[in-house]
């Protein structure tokens, strides 16, 4: 369970730091890109960092200053935008060349706006920007940026029917559209309509390395070994060019198969590939070595990544610190997380959570909760999953009282909680086995205030007092009140309490038997 919140926590961070590694390359590329002046364009409009700012009155202002616009420049700071995730204005500085009559538009610029609208305002708007394009530009290429939508928003009927009409207008000369319901199928888990699709594809156009990728991934989900290998092999012979990810997922597939042989052959090819173009490449490659238990090869991607590039982010903190944990180099984590502690900006907990979830797993309570006072102290502001694994570590070594303040912690911390039924479940497991009656109803009357009270909670609190052996006031009332319905096994539990406490009852008044001798 542990793990598996450190995982999440790693994927999370990663996404986090990925958009400020863009946004530092970004403006040192814009610089230099627009003559290198203090009022690039570019510049202003990459500075925009808050989202009530405009673009398109940033671009106004420039041209009132005698400054010059070309679309081949506002295509490039889209481009940019859309890499740090800033669709807003992406979207306004499209807007803005849609109204100018002397900036002629391209079906491949429509398809970007598409895309943009999709992400700003919803699929609906997309779908209506799309059926108001002028006839000849609904192409394509605006055909398939709709397709990504509908992908994207998991609307697989509607996906499925623009794909059948794609293919009644001749618009499936490259594996784009074929790419994008290939993406569908995995992420829905249909696994037996990809063959179908690269089949097809195979008749109008050639497949590419993406649709590869995608392949692969189906045989790494059900653990395919051969298969894979015979992609990958099909790959090779339509001459198609494997990139990192490629090779990734081999290795993570045979990784899972216990061929570690063949996993340190992928990697080395992997390794090759590599580059400031794909910077992700390496963390990628950290966690892969340190998964075949390689601490030489984790060291190496290391020294050869920070060779490479100035400063670390936080997603490659977060992988190399997850690394030495994975290998059992505490003290090496250690020292790099208080490596990072000085360097960093974000003080994100998702990359203290690494740490802390060490000192969880090897049952270390005491130093993980000295550790997260520390967190506190650096400027760390402890999230949902820090007070999570704190409860499972008190939960584990039967601290009730810990475990419990710990939960509650982690409930008030989110404005919104996501019930975690697993949780709840080992909460009331714990104060089940103790007969905890008034910390199970002191439970009851929090998880009442967060929202979240059920008929399983309920039940959790009639088991509790059914081995306590004592008797509960007005279940069923408090129930109807909180609008919970009662299940077959809440009237199972009351009427084993009924029976437990009316034995005692009956126990107790009974009359006392006399001794046969004092029997006159």
Known sequence: ML???????????????????????????????SGGGGDALGRRLLSLVYAKRSAAVTIGKWKEEGGTVRKYELNRIVRELRKLRRYKHALEICE????????????????????????????????????DLPEQMRDGITCSALLHTYVQNKESSKAEALFEKMKECGY???PLPYNHMLSLYVSDGKFDKVPDVIGEMKVYTKPD???????LRVCASQNDVDRAERVFLELKKRKVNPDWVTFSTLTNLYIKSSQI????????????????????????????????????????????????FPKMNDAEYTCMIASHVKLKQIEEAEKLYTEWESVSGT????????????????????????FCSRMVQNGVTPCYSTWELLTWGFLKQEHTKKALEYFKKAVGSVKKWDPHQRLIAEVFGRLNEE??????????????????????????????????????????????????????????????????????VSSICSPLEVPKENIV
Request: positive net charge; glycine residues 4%; contains cysteine.
């Open 209 to 215: 390395v993406v649709t590869y990728n995608l392949w």
């Open 261 to 308: 042989e063949k996993a340190a052959a992928t990697l080395k090819e992997m390794e090759k590939m590599a580059s400031q173009k794909n910077r992700i490449a390496y963390s990628s490659l950290i966690s892969l070595h340190a998964n075949i238990g390689d601490k030489a090869g984790v060291q190496r991607v290391w020294k050869k990544l920070k060779s490479c």
């Open 435 to 504: 007969g905890n009656v008034e910390e199970a109803e002191e439970l009851v009357v929090f998880l009442r205030n967060a929202g979240h009270v059920s008929t399983e909670t309920y039940n959790s609190l009639l088991r509790t007092y059914a081995q306590a052996g004592t008797m509960p006031l007005l279940v069923e009332e408090r129930m109807k009140k909180d609008n919970v319905e009662l299940n077959k096994e809440t009237r199972s539990l009351l009427k084993r309490i009924h029976k437990i406490c009316a034995s005692e």
């Open 172 to 174: 499936m000369k490259n």
């Open 347 to 370: 003080h994100d907990p998702r990359v203290s959570n690494i740490i802390l979830a060490a000192y969880i797993n090897r049952d270390q309570m005491d130093v993980a909760e000295t």
């Open 3 to 33: 793990i598996r919140n450190l995982r999440s926590s790693v994927a999370a961070v990663r996404r986090f730091s990925a958009a400020a590694k863009v946004k530092r390359a970004v403006s040192s590329k814009t610089t230099k890109e």
């Open 96 to 131: 803005w060349m849609t109204l100018q009559k002397d900036i002629k538009l391209l079906a491949g610029d429509y398809a970007v706006e598409l895309d943009l609208i999709a992400k700003v305002r919803g699929m609906n708007s997309a779908e209506k920007f799309f059926e």
